[in-house]
């Protein structure tokens, strides 16, 4: 039975991006053997979208392709948390009716969207 998902970031620059994760994202790891941290994500959830004229900019397989998104219960808050740790954000906080969205930028450039979300995220989750 699946009991999780693994995501990878491939990178020029692993131990910057490591960095990131463990010091200003602040997620807990584990050293898998020489420096190879595996970081815990505390909960995560998978979405099926429809493609669009948004998406197919980000499209990079004919018919299917994937983002990476981090959530929070409180976007200001986080953002507010996350700008004093040095993190880049490249767009203000946005209502898009499921969410309140925002990105921001890992090492290396690559933009990853950091949301509030306004469904249920779980058992037990106050939403």
Excluded at 9 to 23: A, V
Aim: charged share 25%.
């Amino acid at each position: 039975m699946i009991k999780g998902m693994h995501l990878t970031f491939f990178t020029q620059d692993e131990d910057t991006l490591r960095s990131f994760f463990r010091d200003k994202l602040r997620l807990p790891s584990a050293d898998a053997g020489g420096g190879w941290l595996i970081f815990d994500v505390p909960r995560g959830d998978l979405g099926c979208h429809p493609m669009g004229d948004e998406t197919e900019v980000l499209q990079n397989t004919p018919g299917c392709f994937q983002t990476v998104s981090f959530y929070c219960n409180d976007i200001h808050e986080t953002v507010a948390e996350l700008k004093g740790r040095g993190v880049d954000f490249t767009e203000p906080v946005t209502d898009r009716g499921y969410a309140l969205c925002t990105t921001f930028v890992l090492p290396g450039g690559m933009e990853v969207e950091l949301f509030e979300p306004r469904y249920p995220t779980g058992q037990g989750d106050e939403r």
